[in-house]
């Protein structure tokens, strides 16, 4: 065992001595090549691949049309920066992504290369859009580590030390069903929680100065939780009340995850703003920005973009991943698989009382682990031995929520049956071993 790993550990050992330890260590998995669902290892070794990049490679891992697509635009140019030259990968992306993603009659969008860079431009084309500054994120949450975005991020840890932060930035906390529930049914607790939101506008922010309210419907590193569907049309409509603009950030949730383009589609509530990334471009850097016209067009020329808005070679890996999604049906595929992780997790939780909640959309699924069945008492330790054994037997998983306590899966959604059987059993076997 040891012979067999001494590359990936030496790659490892080379990354320590060079890479700066700020950069995060989730998995100490190593890759040589992948394809579809599986990663193989600087030793050789296959690995099934529950974490997808973070939620990057929906699509699966190099597929062919997408590989094609960036060789044949790299033959072509690499750049020209889009403010300086325009070229027709750009416009015909935000074309393609104004029709899966519909913003009322008109949709405008603008590209970028980050999720972090498409929520710091969400946020300035509100504020220019309603000439307001205040801005109000959740609890839980996690939108980048630029400055604005580590502002409306929840996670301290993520924050330590690079304060101070961007001023007029307000949190309520997320309503988290399964946390905070106490005695109350849900729509008891949708109730009181939307009170809180109305009652913030006389103890927290002045409507009147307050542009955007930006929320995961579905927060990723927050731990896989589902807005629920009335307070996020409750919020919807406070928004309209006070003239605010709602931002969803689709992140780690768009592009065939949840079973659709985005989940907000799933809710049925449309956002005056939408932020995408990650699956958008199959791990080519490309973000995007989507709005209705009026809202987008209130951004003032040169305020918004950047040099490396759009890359040529990144819009056409975006364009031939969308094609792909349609042409693979991926949006019923997230259906599919989501029913069966959630059915092995329901089954485990019936067994396991260490598995406090299962929940998730689509095949954006979470399985929460704590104490003593108690939802408040989180067990990020019991977590992570799950997850280092899952790696030793060649599944690579990652953890999500505040406390490090959500084992998340992100699966490619081309994975087969036979490995997803197998990674669940992987899973599960492990499961068994650490709570005895």
């Given at each position: 065992?040891?012979?067999?790993?001494?590359?990936?550990?030496e790659?490892?050992?080379?990354?320590?001595?060079?890479?700066?330890?700020?950069?995060?260590?989730?998995?100490?998995?190593?890759?040589?090549?992948?394809?579809?669902?599986?990663?193989?290892?600087?030793?050789?070794?296959?690995?099934?691949?529950?974490?997808?990049?973070?939620?990057?490679?929906?699509?699966?891992?190099?597929?062919?049309?997408?590989?094609?697509?960036?060789?044949?635009?790299?033959?072509?140019?690499?750049?020209?920066?889009?403010?300086?030259?325009?070229?027709?990968?750009?416009?015909?992306?935000?074309?393609?992504?104004?029709?899966?993603?519909?913003?009322?009659?008109?949709?405008?969008?603008?590209?970028?290369s980050?999720g972090?860079?498409?929520?710091?431009?969400?946020?300035?084309?509100?504020?220019?859009?309603?000439?307001?500054?205040?801005?109000?994120?959740?609890?839980?949450?996690?939108?980048?580590?630029?400055?604005?975005?580590?502002?409306?991020?929840?996670?301290?840890?993520?924050?330590?030390?690079?304060?101070?932060?961007?001023?007029?930035?307000?949190?309520?906390?997320?309503?988290?069903?399964?946390?905070?529930?106490?005695?109350?049914?849900?729509?008891?607790?949708?109730?009181?929680?939307?009170?809180?939101?109305?009652?913030?506008?006389?103890?927290?922010?002045?409507?009147?100065?307050?542009?955007a309210?930006?929320?995961?419907?579905?927060?990723?590193?927050?731990?896989?939780?589902?807005?629920?569907?009335?307070?996020?049309?409750?919020?919807?409509?406070?928004?309209?009340?006070?003239?605010v603009?709602?931002?969803?950030?689709?992140?780690?949730?768009?592009?065939?995850?949840?079973?659709?383009?985005?989940?907000?589609?799933?809710?049925?509530?449309?956002?005056?703003?939408?932020?995408?990334?990650?699956?958008?471009?199959?791990?080519?850097?490309?973000?995007?920005?989507?709005?209705?016209?009026?809202?987008?067009?209130?951004?003032?020329?040169?305020?918004?973009?950047?040099?490396?808005?759009?890359?040529?070679?990144?819009?056409?890996?975006?364009?031939?991943?969308?094609?792909?999604?349609?042409?693979?049906?991926?949006?019923?595929?997230?259906?599919e698989?989501?029913?069966?992780?959630?059915?092995?997790?329901?089954?485990?939780?019936?067994k396991?009382?260490?598995?406090?909640?299962?929940?998730?959309?689509?095949?954006?699924?979470?399985?929460?682990?704590?104490?003593?069945?108690?939802?408040?008492?989180?067990?990020?330790?019991?977590?992570?031995?799950?997850?280092?054994?899952?790696?030793?037997?060649?599944?690579?998983?990652?953890?999500?929520?505040?406390?490090?306590?959500?084992?998340?899966v992100?699966?490619?959604?081309?994975?087969?049956?036979?490995?997803?059987?197998?990674g669940?059993?992987?899973?599960?076997?492990?499961?068994?071993?650490?709570?005895?």
């Open positions: 065992m040891i012979d067999q790993q001494t590359k990936s550990t790659l490892l050992e080379r990354r320590r001595k060079v890479v700066a330890n700020g950069v995060g260590v989730f998995n100490t998995a190593t890759a040589r090549e992948a394809k579809g669902a599986l990663i193989i290892d600087a030793d050789g070794r296959e690995l099934i691949d529950f974490a997808g990049g973070i939620g990057v490679v929906n699509a699966g891992h190099c597929p062919d049309p997408v590989v094609e697509a960036i060789r044949d635009q790299a033959g072509k140019y690499l750049h020209t920066s889009f403010n300086v030259v325009t070229y027709e990968p750009y416009v015909q992306l935000c074309e393609a992504l104004a029709e899966i993603l519909p913003h009322g009659k008109e949709t405008k969008a603008m590209l970028v980050t972090a860079e498409a929520v710091e431009n969400a946020i300035k084309i509100a504020r220019q859009a309603t000439k307001k500054q205040a801005i109000v994120s959740f609890t839980g949450a996690f939108h980048g580590r630029t400055m604005m975005a580590m502002t409306l991020t929840s996670k301290v840890k993520y924050k330590q030390g690079c304060g101070p932060f961007a001023p007029e930035v307000y949190q309520l906390p997320f309503p988290n069903y399964y946390r905070y529930q106490g005695s109350r049914t849900l729509d008891e607790f949708v109730e009181w929680e939307l009170k809180r939101l109305r009652e913030s506008m006389h103890n927290l922010v002045d409507p009147d100065n307050l542009a309210v930006i929320m995961e419907p579905i927060q990723g590193e927050g731990g896989f939780n589902p807005v629920p569907q009335k307070y996020l049309e409750g919020l919807r409509g406070f928004c309209d009340q006070h003239g603009m709602l931002i969803l950030d689709e992140i780690q949730s768009g592009f065939a995850r949840t079973g659709h383009w985005a989940s907000w589609q799933h809710y049925n509530v449309q956002p005056d703003i939408s932020t995408y990334a990650k699956s958008l471009g199959s791990g080519m850097p490309i973000a995007a920005v989507l709005g209705r016209a009026a809202i987008m067009d209130a951004a003032a020329p040169g305020t918004i973009g950047g040099t490396y808005i759009g890359n040529p070679v990144c819009c056409a890996a975006a364009l031939a991943t969308i094609q792909y999604i349609k042409d693979h049906n991926l949006n019923n595929r997230a259906v698989i989501g029913a069966i992780i959630s059915a092995r997790f329901q089954k485990l939780k019936r396991h009382s260490q598995i406090g909640d299962v929940r998730g959309i689509g095949a954006m699924i979470g399985l929460e682990l704590v104490k003593e069945n108690d939802p408040r008492k989180p067990d990020g330790d019991l977590c992570a031995k799950i997850i280092r054994g899952c790696a030793e037997d060649g599944l690579v998983l990652l953890s999500a929520g505040t406390f490090k306590n959500v084992i998340r992100l699966c490619p959604l081309v994975i087969s049956e036979t490995q997803l059987k197998k669940l059993d992987i899973l599960e076997n492990q499961l068994e071993k650490t709570t005895g």
